[in-house]
């Protein structure tokens, strides 16, 4: 068994941890004085109307913001938490947060493209789904060992359970899902080639 420092994984995935750290005391703050949550989901929400209007900084300003449960902002962060650290520390912070924009803008731009032109939208699952993405063309890549297969088969599943939420829960912006996994799978496949 290996001792989990918690200073490591800070110093060693810098960008990760402050996303954490600044989208929960986003989420915080907004919770303890809600006319904060109001004015933020004003000007930071993927309101796709505006969107196409010139308002594209909200395209990533969007995984800033989630719905004021807990469920929402603790189910991107844990998986943020999983999935983000070993991306940032085999790619180096800068490729990681160039990652972790360009598949907030790609999930954003697949939610204005192909959802309601009336739709409005919070969260970062594009973003998550494209760190799913790169781990799967890492997967892909190693199809043929024996870790390959394994991860092939656990992103699958996790892949197919996500899939299926859009049919169960309302109101999940699969094509932010979509096109952040399809960023991540195309960056990934050229980063770790």
């Known amino acids: 068994m290996v001792a989990h420092n918690p200073q490591c ?15 929960v005391a986003i989420h ?3 919770w303890l004085w809600p006319p904060l949550w109001e004015q933020l989901f004003e ?5 796709n109307w505006l969107v196409i209007d010139g308002q594209w900084w909200r395209m990533f300003t969007v995984t800033l913001l989630h719905s004021q449960g807990i469920m929402h902002v603790a189910f991107n962060m844990l998986a943020l938490s999983n999935l983000g650290p070993q991306v940032e520390q085999g790619l180096g912070p800068l490729r990681f947060g160039l990652i972790w924009g360009v598949c907030a803008v790609a999930g954003s731009a697949f939610s204005v493209l192909l959802g309601d032109p009336g739709g409005v939208a919070v969260g970062a699952s594009g973003a ?5 993405g790169v781990w799967l063309a890492s997967a892909v890549r190693q199809r043929r060992t024996p870790v390959g297969r394994s991860l092939l088969k656990q992103l699958g599943f996790w892949l197919a359970i996500n899939a299926a939420l859009p049919l169960i829960v309302p109101n999940l912006a699969w094509e932010a899902h979509l096109g952040g996994l399809l960023a991540g799978f195309g960056l990934g496949w050229i980063w770790r080639g």
């Open 9 to 23: 994984c800070v110093s060693r995935a810098p960008v990760t941890t402050g996303i954490v750290v600044v989208t």
């Open 28 to 30: 915080l703050l907004s």
């Open 43 to 47: 000007i930071f929400a993927l309101a």
């Open 128 to 132: 998550v789904f494209g760190l799913l």
